[in-house]
Structure formats: C-alpha cells, structure tokens
Nanobody, 124 residues
Framework: QVQLVESGGGLVQAGGSLRLSCTAS????????MAWFHQAPGKEREFVAR????????RYAAPVKGRFTISRDNAKNTAYLQMNNLISEDTGNYYC?????????????????WGQGTQVTVSA
C-alpha cells in the first residue's frame, strides 16, 4: 500500500511561484512512476506532469510546459512540482499520483495511488 501526502499549496498572485511536494509512505519509492494532476473547479482531473522512476525522463501537458518542472528525490521519498509564472487557469486542486508500472501514462486510470490533494489559488 502506498500513501501519498501533498503539501505546498496556497494563495499566490498571478505571475508568482509555488512548489508542491508529495511525500510517499512506501518501502521503495524508486519503484514508482510519479505524476501530478490538476482539477479545476467544476472540471475533470487532468494530467500535468510525470517523471520516471529514476528521475531521468519527464513529460508535461502543453499548458504548463516551460512553466512547471517535476522532479523527485528518491532518498527522501518525495516528488516535487515547481510552478512558475502562475496564471488564473492554474487554480484548483493538485493531486499527486503513483504507479509501479513503467509505462508512460497521462490518464487518471494509469495510476493506482493518489494523495488527497492540495489547493492552489492564483489571484489576478
């Protein structure tokens, strides 16, 4: 069983930055692909970014490419999402997800484990 806990959300002005963290309670964190998803108010949960188990390969959704950076520290059992140049459309809940299958997935069904989410609000 994998437990994921997100932190780092909050209120920020447009153009500002936040760094989200996702800490996993798991024996071997490096066995899991990690991803971040975003759910805006009234909308479905959407893929933001993913990182492979070693931290060498990443993929981003088009709206965040060049603004967000996903990373991980396997020694700390933690994945990160650095969010820069935030815009109002980035507002919503951000969820961390993990999956042991080393297949590139960007849909919610590709991940077995989820955190509770952390709220990000970007003000104009």
């Amino acid at each position: 069983q994998v437990q994921l806990v997100e932190s780092g959300g909050g209120l920020v002005q447009a153009g500002g930055s936040l760094r989200l963290s996702c800490t996993a309670s798991v024996r071997t964190f490096s066995n899991y692909v990690m991803a971040w998803f975003h759910q805006a108010p009234g909308k479905e949960r959407e893929f933001v970014a993913r990182i492979d188990r070693a931290g060498r390969s990443t993929r981003y959704a088009a709206p965040v490419k060049g603004r967000f950076t996903i990373s991980r520290d396997n020694a700390k059992n933690t994945a990160y999402l650095q969010m820069n140049n935030l815009i109002s459309e980035d507002t919503g809940n951000y969820y961390c997800a993990a999956d042991p299958t080393p297949i590139e997935r960007t849909d919610v069904h590709g991940y077995d484990y989820w955190g509770q989410g952390t709220q990000v609000t970007v003000s104009a």
